[in-house]
């Protein structure tokens, strides 16, 4: 019997903390990640395939399908909601030119997942690869019926219509859709329809019942530009001006108006121009004016005399006046730049409006640092009953310091007083 030999002992060196450390240095070949990866993958033996059969005996082809549909029915036995594995049996029984069994399969599909639209689309687009027109249009009228608000359906149906040129069949599948109130899109493309086989009044009809349905600025601008495309002037400015007094007060206003006014502009109305500019510009609030200002002093610089330069500069300005005070209600200096302006102007209405508006801020009185509103407030006072000292003596004695304020503290109120009635200061 052999003896087994011991192991040789490990010196108690190799443990002391005095052994010899490896290098900590880097190898001079560096193997990455990347490296590793490419060398098994040139080392990987290829893969074996199936090699391909050739079916020649009926019996054997009968043998194949039945093999495959079985196969095919475990698959959706076992994830029954994978519409992809439905899709897959139905694509396979249309190979196999059994469009009764893959029409069978879609049909059985629908029963899981009858709200998925793209099963309609590849069932409806299966019934037009082959032929099958009047199959193709059920399909499409059940999943219009079903998902109303899918404008993809619809437009896959309008569009096979029109490929099989039934004109009348693709505009009562538009009515019928138009019926559902759809979004802009859905006009827009109906329009555009008629459009293609000339038909003027019946596009011109669906922008009146589409104006009606979306009020908006951008539908009545798209309807007048229609107009102004077929050289209907008279009409295009009876849809702007319908739009002027519909929307007048909305959100957009400012984009219609612009557009109107540069209509005009194109059909050398200056005037008319103009004058919608101003009543614009009286309309729209001062915070969302901004590019219409801008317009304005563009239109008056090429059309406009020195006077109407000047007031759509004095407009610019006094709209970037409304949005200072507007952000502050207290920044006095503002109001006194606002009110000289107003003066400059010589529009005794409006340089007493915003004299009240002003006045109407009075500044609070919680704290020492606010005293500094007071000066600014005080000598806004002064400078209102100075104005109305000089243009309408009747409105101060009538009582047009009624609503100044009494302060204990406040000596200025006193000296307005004195310098409002003439008396000493």
Known sequence: MRRRRRPLPIPASAFSPSATPRSSYPAPIQITAEQILREARERQEPEIRPPKQKITDPQELSEYRLRKRKEFEDVIRRVRWSVSAWVKYARWEEQQLD??????????TLDVAHRDHTLW???????????????????WDRAVSLLPRVDQLWYKYI???ELLGAVANARQVFERWMSWRPDTAGWNSYIKFELR????ERARAIYERFVAEH??????????????????????????????????????AEVLFVAFAEFEERCREVERARAIYKYALD????????ELYRKFLAFEKQFGDREGIEDAIVGKRRFQYEDEVRKNPLNYDSWFDYI?????????????????????????????????????????WINYALYEELDAQD???????????????????????DVAHGGPV
């Open 99 to 108: 469009f009764a069994r893959a029409r069978s399969v879609y049909e059985r």
């Open 121 to 139: 689309l590849k069932y409806a687009e299966f019934e037009m690869r082959n032929r099958f027109v009047n199959h193709a249009r059920n399909v």
């Open 159 to 161: 569009h096979m219509e």
């Open 197 to 200: 086989y000339g038909e003027v």
């Open 215 to 252: 009020p908006r600025p951008d539908t009545f601008i798209r309807y007048a530009k229609f107009e102004m495309k077929r050289g209907e002037v008279e009409r295009a400015r009876r849809v702007y001006e319908r739009a002027a007094d519909l929307l007048a007060d909305d959100e957009d």
């Open 283 to 290: 309309r729209v609030p001062k915070g969302r004016a901004e």
């Open 340 to 380: 000289r302006l107003e003066e400059s102007v010589g529009n005794n209405d409006r340089i007493r409006e915003v004299y009240e508006r002003a006045i109407a801020n009075v500044p609070p009185c919680r704290s020492a640092e606010e005293k500094r509103y007071w000066q600014r407030y005080i000598y806004l």
């Open 395 to 417: 409105r101060t004695d009538q009582g047009g310091l009624q609503g100044m304020p009494e302060a204990d503290s406040s000596q200025e109120v006193h000296i307005c007083k």
